[in-house]
């Protein structure tokens, strides 16, 4: 994702916010394939935290792959709560926000 692509997705884009993350979602009509990219900014915590919040996330992203919606760019920026969540809290998260972020995003279609 390249960074003009963060910048509209996070300004224009619908967004859905929970304890752990926010997602913003922005639909590209010449895309098929979702693009996903990650913002852990230093409020997260030092370097090691942040990857490693950074790594759960792209895990999350990955194992629930078949709920991006397809032809959209998604940004998932951690929030500070997302350095003490485990992988089970982050995922919750995730989905909740992913789906109500789509949703505002395309109307009814997920």
Do not use: I, W
């Not at 997705?9 to 859905?16: I, L, S, V």
């Not at 230093?42 to 032809?71: F, H, I, M, W």
Request: charged letters at 25%.
């Amino acid at each position: 994702m390249r960074p003009a692509d963060f910048a509209l997705t996070t300004r224009r884009g619908a967004r859905a916010g929970r304890t752990t993350l926010v997602v913003h979602c922005r639909p590209v009509a010449d895309r098929v394939q979702p693009h996903v990219g990650f913002v852990v900014p230093k409020a997260v915590g030092g370097a090691v935290t942040r990857n490693k919040v950074r790594r759960r996330l792209r895990g999350l992203v990955v194992e629930l792959s078949d709920a991006l919606p397809q032809g959209a760019d998604v940004v998932v920026r951690a929030l500070p709560p997302a350095a003490r969540a485990d992988y089970a809290a982050l995922g919750q998260d995730y989905r909740g926000a992913l789906a109500r972020a789509a949703e505002r995003a395309f109307g009814a279609r997920p």
